[in-house]
């Protein structure tokens, strides 16, 4: 349902030390739902929290955030919407957390076949560059000899 029709009623949001009033376009899931900049600020969506430097560190949504993309075949969107008192600090990880990252990535880009670092991801199914892969698809179609 659009968000836009649902009449809208007060409704008080709870999130950890302060209850706020505000307007939403009533409930699902017995969350709030609010439109479109309708949420309290103290409210923010996962990757809004992220932007700030915050998570939402376990904690259940508070309400709902239901809006339409400006595009015809976009479908209506929910997002959870957390508050930013229970939030906690994003976590830095740490020297050996960063270096056990960067060595499972230069993993990914190491071709089985060749053995090379070829500089990008290569396919999970296959663990082969594009060169070796295409080697053995020419062999296998008897291109090559
Ligand atoms: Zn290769």
């Given at each position: 349902?659009?968000?836009?029709?649902?009449?809208?009623?007060?409704?008080?949001?709870?999130?950890?030390?302060?209850?706020?009033?505000?307007?939403?376009?009533?409930?699902?899931?017995?969350?709030?739902?609010?439109?479109?900049?309708?949420?309290?600020?103290?409210?923010?969506?996962?990757?809004?929290?992220?932007?700030?430097?915050?998570?939402?560190?376990?904690?259940?949504?508070?309400?709902?955030?239901?809006?339409?993309?400006?595009?015809?075949?976009?479908?209506?969107?929910?997002?959870?919407?957390?508050?930013?008192?229970?939030?906690?600090?994003?976590?830095?990880?740490?020297?050996?957390?960063?270096?056990?990252?960067?060595?499972?990535?230069?993993?990914?880009?190491v071709c089985?076949?060749c053995g090379r670092d070829v500089?990008?991801?290569?396919?999970?199914?296959?663990?082969?560059c594009?060169d070796?892969?295409?080697?053995?698809?020419?062999?296998?179609?008897?291109?090559?000899?």
């Amino acid at each position: 349902m659009n968000p836009r029709r649902r009449p809208r009623q007060v409704v008080a949001v709870f999130d950890g030390r302060t209850h706020h009033v505000a307007w939403c376009r009533g409930f699902q899931d017995g969350l709030p739902v609010f439109g479109w900049g309708e949420a309290p600020s103290t409210l923010l969506t996962r990757s809004q929290l992220r932007e700030a430097g915050l998570r939402p560190a376990g904690q259940d949504p508070v309400a709902l955030l239901v809006f339409r993309h400006h595009r015809p075949y976009a479908r209506e969107t929910v997002a959870e919407l957390f508050s930013t008192v229970r939030a906690a600090l994003k976590r830095i990880p740490t020297p050996a957390q960063q270096a056990a990252l960067g060595r499972a990535l230069a993993a990914r880009r190491v071709c089985r076949e060749c053995g090379r670092d070829v500089g990008y991801c290569v396919p999970t199914s296959t663990r082969q560059c594009w060169d070796c892969f295409d080697l053995d698809h020419r062999t296998a179609l008897g291109e090559v000899a």
